[in-house]
């Protein structure tokens, strides 16, 4: 992977400016820094190895070099995706979950931020969004994906099962082509953010409809339940043991199946 490779590959869609690294602290950060200094919508950071990747509540999220795809994607909400901002999370992850499904594996979406095939995690996105008062200046989606083997932690860094694309489909899927194909896809899906289908997409694509899961949140108590879809903001509602619908908001959700 090298900057005139990304450039080549990437340059029918229409994007901001592309940046690429071999090594980097963390791909979100850079993008925040840019975004910063006005760079336009669609400019996209990307990176072979990150030394202090970050997932939510800044967990560590592991990136060896040459063997993962990470990438942090600045997205400039226009006033009418304004209203649609909680549906950003389900925008990156239907992106990465269509593109990876193109490869075969069954990509599934676990609510709100990762993305499972076998119930294993090959994928995490951690949104950050910046504001000017009440209004969203940009949004940074950031975007790790196991590609080979070794991008797979050590079990004892992990708190969900992981996997790699590697793993599941016997072979490494290209990098920069996978990479074009969320980008495409995502800039697809953005033109229909805030409509019914949409969200219906979104839903038919999470995982661990049918089983019970427990969710945890940090204000909430813990809910137990099956999953019954989603609010129109991408809340998830839960059907809990007495019936009811239960909604669970975004924030530090832990989503995991009740074996
Ligand atoms: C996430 O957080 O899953 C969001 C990860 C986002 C990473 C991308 S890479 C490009 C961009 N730049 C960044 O600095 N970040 C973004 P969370 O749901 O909090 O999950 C973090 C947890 O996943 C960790 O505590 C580990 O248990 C586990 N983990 C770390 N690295 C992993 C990996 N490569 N594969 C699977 N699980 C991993």
Wanted: proline share 5%.
């Amino acid at each position: 992977m090298n900057l005139n490779e990304l450039k080549k590959s990437l340059s029918r869609l229409p994007l901001g400016d592309v940046r690429y690294f071999e090594t980097i602290g963390s791909t979100n950060d850079e993008a925040l820094a840019w975004a910063a200094d006005d760079t336009p919508d669609l400019s996209v950071v990307i990176a072979d190895e990150q030394t202090a990747g970050r997932g939510r509540l800044n967990r560590k999220w592991f990136t060896p070099r040459g063997t993962a795809l990470a990438f942090s994607i600045v997205l400039r909400p226009t006033v009418d995706e304004r209203p649609h901002l909680t549906r950003i999370v389900g925008l990156a992850a239907l992106a990465v979950a269509e593109s990876l499904r193109k490869h075969g594996p069954d990509a599934r979406i676990k609510w709100p931020n990762d993305i499972l095939i076998q119930n294993r995690k090959v994928c995490g996105i951690l949104i950050e969004s910046v504001w000017s008062g009440e209004d969203v200046d940009c949004v940074v989606i950031g975007v790790g994906i196991n590609v080979l083997e070794g991008s797979v932690p050590p079990g004892e860094m992990l708190q969900f099962p992981a996997t790699s694309l590697e793993a599941e489909l016997g072979q490494a899927a290209d990098r920069v082509e996978l990479l074009r194909d969320i980008l495409a896809s995502l800039i697809e899906l953005r033109t229909r953010l805030g409509t019914d289908e949409f969200l219906k997409q979104w839903e038919d694509l999470l995982a661990l409809q049918g089983e019970t899961v427990q969710v945890e949140t940090e204000k909430n108590p813990r809910v137990t339940g099956q999953i019954s879809g989603l609010d129109p903001d991408g809340s998830l509602k839960i059907r809990n043991e007495h019936g009811e619908i239960v909604t669970v908001r975004f924030g530090d959700v832990r989503l995991r199946p009740l074996a």
